[in-house]
């Protein structure tokens, strides 16, 4: 096996090898060939990196969904990159490390310390700014801030919050990505064109009922459909039919019919081309949860509220999963509903000089807010100033 001793010194070979090959069989039964980043929703996000990096064949790799922006071997270098820039910080044999290991483990703490990393090495990367990230250290006191930034105008206090917007809704996009990679790989098993339209009719599908479905769709799948087949099961409607011109098969001109037919606010759409002129296409719908720009507003509130430090308090929100269906919708735009929310904060809170928005990917944003900033390999970035600083004050941040 050939992996970073960075990752074997924090995680241990026998975990890395039991997880690797765990992933490797989930992969041969249930991931399509175009998605490397699909796994199970209670697995690490770092176990598909892991594997990848065994298997040693990167450069076949397509674009992942959600979670990951751009190639797995630019996100493995990024990674091993930021954590080695801060091992000083974590590298104590005991508490620091350990905690560290539990991160990189667990899938929710994972996305919160993906987005701790790249903010702090960001500024670490700024001339003239040292960054002390007191999130590696499970012993700072309650309510410290996330990373203390320190430069020649003086210090500043980051407060980071990770936010899936689809937490609060019928479907969380960690089920989504695996429900869709496994539909396309029966998809591309079957040799044949298929859409599927889902709703979701439970305030909450469960990770059980994720699996069920799974089971359902290899079943159907698996003895083909001749004419289009809806049906119910616990807390969801689908209906599966085969696209094409022939008998008994939907024209793809007539698909969105079949989408409206099912009801429901939309949530997810995927499409893939599985090549020989074969695809397989999935809308799903159900409750959305909340907004995108009201987990924008708890968040700001959240970090306000629970911050103690008496520096000047930067917030960073990352909505980490897919939020693309705001323009789909129809809705007022997320821009016309948080700017005048942000003047209000920005009047009650002056110590707050500047507020950074960001997203995995371009395609995953809705964020049209105003000028996008580059944080580091494309990732999207919106950064609002309140009107009560000089930007002067905090340019040396660079953002």
């Known amino acids: 096996m050939t992996t970073s001793n960075l990752f074997t010194e924090l995680l241990g070979e026998d975990w890395i090898e039991e997880n690797v090959a765990g992933y490797q069989v989930f992969r041969q039964r249930w991931s399509p060939s175009l998605k490397w980043s699909h796994r199970l929703p209670t697995t ?106 320190d430069t020649e105008s003086g210090g500043f206090a980051v407060q980071c919050k990770s936010e899936d917007p689809t937490q609060k809704g019928s479907l969380t996009y960690d089920q989504f990505q695996f429900l869709t990679g496994v539909y396309q790989r029966l998809v591309e098993d079957s040799g044949k064109s298929y859409h599927l339209s889902l709703r979701i009719t439970k305030d909450r599908f469960e990770i059980k009922d994720t699996y069920a479905l799974r089971t359902r769709l290899r079943q159907i799948l698996s003895k083909g459909i ?59 719908s159900g409750k959305r949860g909340k907004e995108v720009y009201m987990f924008i507003e708890s968040a700001m509130t959240h970090a306000v509220r629970h911050a103690v430090t008496d520096l000047p308090l930067l917030i960073a929100v990352h909505l980490y999963q897919d939020i693309a269906f705001d323009e789909f919708s129809q809705r007022l735009s997320t821009r016309e509903k948080l700017l005048p929310w942000t003047d209000l904060f920005f009047e009650r809170n002056r110590t707050v000089p500047m507020i950074l928005v960001s997203s995995n990917h371009e395609r995953y944003s809705v964020l049209d807010l105003g000028p996008n900033v580059a944080l580091k390999h494309g990732r999207n970035m919106w950064v609002v100033e309140s009107p009560n600083w000089d930007h002067k004050d905090v340019e040396v941040l660079g953002v």
């Open 44 to 149: 690490s996000p770092l176990v598909p990196l892991l594997y990848w990096n065994t298997v040693g064949t990167w450069e076949s790799l397509d674009a992942p969904m959600g979670t990951w922006e751009g190639q797995p071997k630019e996100i493995w270098n990024r990674l091993t990159e930021e954590l080695e820039e801060f091992r000083p910080y974590w590298d104590d044999g005991g508490i620091r490390s350990n905690n560290l290991s539990w991160a990189l483990r667990e899938p929710q703490r994972f996305y919160s310390l993906s987005h701790e990393l790249s903010l702090a090495f960001f500024f670490a990367k700024r001339q003239g700014v040292s960054v002390d990230p007191l999130f590696l250290d499970p012993g700072s006191p309650k309510g410290s801030p996330d990373i203390v930034l």
């Open 226 to 284: 001749t004419t289009p087949s809806p049906m119910k099961g616990p807390g969801y409607e689908l209906e599966l039919c085969e696209v094409g011109e022939g008998p008994g098969m939907v024209a793809p001109a007539r698909l969105m019919s079949r989408v409206i037919m099912l009801g429901g606010e939309p949530l997810y759409t995927e499409g893939a081309s599985l090549g020989r002129s074969r695809q397989s296409s999935l809308f799903i």
